[in-house]
């Protein structure tokens, strides 16, 4: 098993930024993926950052050049510096790993940005 804790969530004003930071424990040596999503009120959860094991980085299209996601050294924990910041971005932010038929997510922490 896998468990995911979420911290750095916050209010914070437009343009400004945020670091999200998600610890992984457990099977931790099982994981290829982790990923960022975030769910808006009356939204479906969405996959805002991915990042795999070797580095590989992809992006929602609506946070291309403000979020960056990117590891600790030991590739734990999973880092989303996210900047310039908009409205639109309040949201629940949630880290996830796909592990085999699984997928484990954490308690999610909250963002809002407020205009």
């Known amino acids: 098993q896998v468990q995911l804790v979420e911290s750095g969530g916050g209010l914070v004003q437009a343009g400004g930024s945020l670091r999200l930071s998600c610890a992984a424990s457990?099977?931790?040596?099982?994981?290829?993926?982790m990923g960022w999503y975030r769910q808006a009120p009356g939204k479906q959860r969405e996959l805002v950052a991915a990042?795999?094991?070797?580095?590989?980085?992809n992006y929602a299209d609506s946070v291309k050049g403000r979020f960056t996601i990117f590891r600790g050294v030991d590739k734990n924990p999973v880092y989303l510096q996210m900047n310039s910041l908009k409205p639109e971005d309040t949201a629940v932010y949630y880290c996830g790993a796909p592990v085999g038929p699984f997928h484990y997510w954490g308690q999610g922490t909250q963002v809002t940005v407020s205009s």
């Open positions: 990042i795999t094991s070797g580095g590989s980085t």
């Open positions: 457990g099977s931790i040596f099982s994981i290829n993926v």
